[in-house]
């Protein structure tokens, strides 16, 4: 294979901006069978400081202006890391100028938004990955493999969750996650987008559900600073919260399997509880994000002896741990995610194919998202409607 030259330019240097540099740059360690050469070409932020941040990250060039980036022909491949509201213009516009892209979810602020991008993306025959990293933890792989094998027999139930406690404090600030015409939804594209996804990696499309959703802290202190986040506590006046915090689900598998999904970004007590229980016919599997390198696994048909779940640690054969840790029992970490989601995004951009964890699957999650959001208002059961990606 001949050794290739990619030119990444970023939109956004925030913490997920930083980590997709970072990503790229372990590439050569983790997956050197890429034989890819990763080129900083330039990045893009409002904020002075990112800007200098970027610079010190080894970007050959950094702007205000994100179209700057997106038209630079040394720039190959773009990396969407900024808030929600630029995402649709920002995809669009990489598709357009017939860039691959690798954006953060929720794609859009909502599933028109999301499908604008899809339409841009199929017109224009790029290959694409939305940051659904948790689908490349490799005992949810297993878990995966487990499912299709049939060794859990027929699925008979599903619950999945994302509890998170950032937005647990009353005077945690009213970032841009927190207003609707910056963020979407809130708890839904936030933490929804990946509970959906991973429940539609695990067992195939959603087809209807029934949900409501919940407003638990109705006021937060506005930021004082360009660059408050979700994390950022303040005392100042406060102002309306425009999305919700809560949502819960009852979802029907297109199969018929039922399930039940749930987030909340104002729970305290668990601080990044993502997470599902699969039960079947033949055996039952319980993950945690919180203990990502261990899975709970129930084999029916257990001869004697002590009958219950039994802890399973994650070890090489488990998909792409063997990348990172010689033997089992040896912490993979969330930035370890990154790297692998950014493998298969490079992958698919050198040989030119899509692979699954791109925008049709965005657009999937968005839809699902859409009918619990008109569920929430009407009170009644809501198809998901078309599934397919255009």
Not at 69 to 84: F, G, K, M, Q, T
Not at 142 to 163: D, I, K, N
Request: with cysteine; net charge negative; glycine share 12%.
């Amino acid at each position: 294979m001949t050794r290739r030259s990619i030119g990444v330019g970023l939109l956004g240097v925030g913490w997920m901006g930083q980590l997709h540099t970072r990503s790229y740059r372990r590439l050569a360690e983790h997956f050197p069978e890429l034989e890819v050469d990763i080129r900083l070409v330039a990045a893009a932020d409002p904020s002075p400081a990112r800007r200098a941040l970027a610079t010190e990250l080894g970007y050959a060039s950094v702007t205000e202006d994100w179209r700057e980036v997106v038209a630079d022909p040394e720039v190959d491949v773009i990396s969407v890391a900024a808030p929600n509201y630029l995402h649709r213009d920002m995809g669009v516009a990489a598709a357009r100028s017939g860039k691959p892209f690798w954006g953060e979810k929720p794609l859009g602020r909502d599933a028109a938004e999301t499908e604008e991008i899809a339409r841009a993306v199929a017109e224009a025959g790029v290959v694409t990955t939305v940051g659904f990293n948790y689908r490349y933890v490799p005992l949810v792989e297993h878990v995966r493999a487990l499912v299709a094998s049939g060794a859990l027999g027929v699925p008979t139930g599903y619950r999945g969750w994302f509890l998170n406690d950032y937005a647990s404090r009353p005077d945690g600030v009213l970032s841009w996650r927190f207003r609707r015409a910056l963020g979407g939804s809130g708890a839904l594209g936030d933490l929804m987008s990946h509970v959906a996804d991973l429940a539609q990696f695990l067992l195939g499309p959603v087809a209807e559900v029934v949900a409501t959703t919940d407003l638990l802290i109705p006021e937060r202190p506005l930021p004082t600073s360009e660059d408050a986040g979700h994390f950022t506590v303040g005392g100042g006046p406060s102002a309306p919260v425009e999305n919700e915090d809560a949502a819960r689900a009852l979802v029907r598998f297109a199969s018929g399997l039922g399930g039940y999904l749930e987030v909340g970004r104002a729970v305290v007590g668990p601080h990044c509880s993502l997470g599902f229980e699969l039960y079947g016919t033949e055996g039952s599997v319980r993950w945690d994000f919180e203990r990502m390198n261990e899975l709970d696994r129930y084999v029916a048909g257990g001869a004697g002896g002590d009958v219950g779940f039994q802890r399973v640690l994650a070890r090489p054969g488990h998909g792409e741990y063997h990348r990172f840790q010689p033997g089992p029992a040896i912490s993979m970490s969330y930035d370890d995610l990154k790297v692998v989601e950014a493998s298969r995004f490079v992958a698919s951009v050198l040989g030119g194919e899509p692979a699954p964890g791109g925008v049709p699957d965005a657009l999937a999650a968005a839809r699902v998202i859409a009918a619990i959001e008109t569920s929430a208002s009407s009170r009644a059961w809501v198809s998901v409607g078309d599934r397919s990606a255009p």
